[in-house]
């Protein structure tokens, strides 16, 4: 099909939708948001295709102004200005819509539940567990994105073992979707006297939030239990048997929280991610069976993969994937910066796709 084609069908369709929604005649509600929403997403590719043909048709007219031999000399001139301003912007208007016709993940508008678990390196790797978790709260904070802690399992010394958290906003998981994997800081450690350079790591998983419709987990399959939940080094922190486990029997799949008081919210809390992890799980066996497809993509999502190095000695940030450097640690551990090494990933990204359709 060529592009063409391709084009006037969008904008079909967009008008199509526009008619039906507009005839009042819909009455399934589920319909009707489901046909809102492809409306809502072909919208900006249609608003892309008439901005590209309102350039082209203003591109004919200066031809021809240009090319008048009685035309004055003086507007001629300017209709050669214009027209070159034009041809440059012409190929960009092209490339901007090739990426809105780029098919869409279709968890790129969930929200996400962010895991961040220390690996190697002891107290270091547990405290910087801690930064990152930090980190991702001050970056939804930026976008008002609605950050809740799920579960925090601390050392004592404001290390984690593992932190939990859902994210709740616009496009959460598609701006968060390539920091899973292993994040590596170069550093000082607080706990170090000698002053030598340490490595150590912690793993990030972003998963996209699953509802129920999207994965189905029967009563049968699951094991629970509940005990009661425990502090740094293992004291009783709570009289009740508040914290609970749930095991998904047929994955394996096991989440333990004890993060609220009542059980009923630690289970709660527990079905949330145990959902999201079963997700996750699944849409990597799918990926694996379209794995040639993924080859130009920016990683896969697998946690052993090492995606970042924080070096704190030279400031300097590094995404090992993309080749990008940047001297703005504090920045981007504040989540301020963290929006310039997401929007190179999303455009490498979008770069690697139309390469594999083109």
Request: net charge negative.
């Amino acid at each position: 099909m060529s592009l063409d084609t391709k084009l006037g069908r969008v904008v079909e369709r967009h008008k199509e939708l526009a008619n039906t929604l507009a005839s009042g005649e819909l009455t399934d509600q589920q319909e009707m948001a489901r046909l809102s929403k492809e409306y809502a997403d072909l919208s900006p590719v249609v608003e892309q295709i008439e901005a590209l043909s309102d350039a082209k048709a203003e591109m004919g007219d200066l031809a021809e102004m240009i090319a008048d031999p009685d035309g004055d000399a003086e507007m001629r001139e300017l209709a050669e200005t214009e027209f070159a301003a034009l041809k440059a912007r012409v190929p960009e208007l092209e490339a901007e819509l090739k990426v809105l016709l780029l098919p869409k993940d279709d968890v790129d508008e969930k929200n996400a539940i962010l895991e961040v678990r220390a690996g190697t390196g002891g107290d270091e790797a547990g405290l910087f567990a801690a930064e990152l978790f930090r980190m991702y709260q001050r970056y939804a904070e930026k976008h008002r994105w609605k950050f809740e802690v799920i579960e925090i399992n601390e050392t004592g010394i404001g290390a984690y073992k593992e932190a939990i958290a859902s994210i709740t906003g616009r496009a959460v998981f598609a701006r968060l979707k390539f920091e899973s994997g292993v994040h590596r800081v170069q550093r000082v450690p607080v706990t170090e006297s000698g002053g030598r350079i340490h490595t150590s790591a912690a793993t990030v998983a972003v998963l996209p939030d699953a509802e129920e419709v999207d994965v189905v987990i029967e009563d049968k399959d699951l094991r629970i239990d509940v005990y009661r939940s425990s502090g740094p080094g293992g004291q009783s922190v709570n009289t009740t048997d508040s914290a609970v486990r749930i095991t998904h029997l047929p994955t394996g799949t096991t989440v333990a929280i004890q993060d609220e008081k009542s059980q009923h919210k630690n289970k709660a809390k527990a079905m949330k991610v145990l959902r999201a992890r079963i997700y996750e799980k699944q849409r990597a066996e799918l990926d694996a069976e379209r794995a040639a497809d993924r080859r130009g993509q920016i990683g896969s999502g697998d946690r052993s993969e090492r995606i970042r190095t924080y070096n704190f000695p030279q400031g300097r940030v590094t995404d090992h994937r993309i080749g990008l450097t940047m001297h703005k640690l504090e920045a981007v551990l504040e989540g301020e910066a963290l929006d310039e090494i997401v929007d190179a990933l999303t455009t490498e990204d979008q770069a690697a796709r139309l390469a594999a359709v083109e």
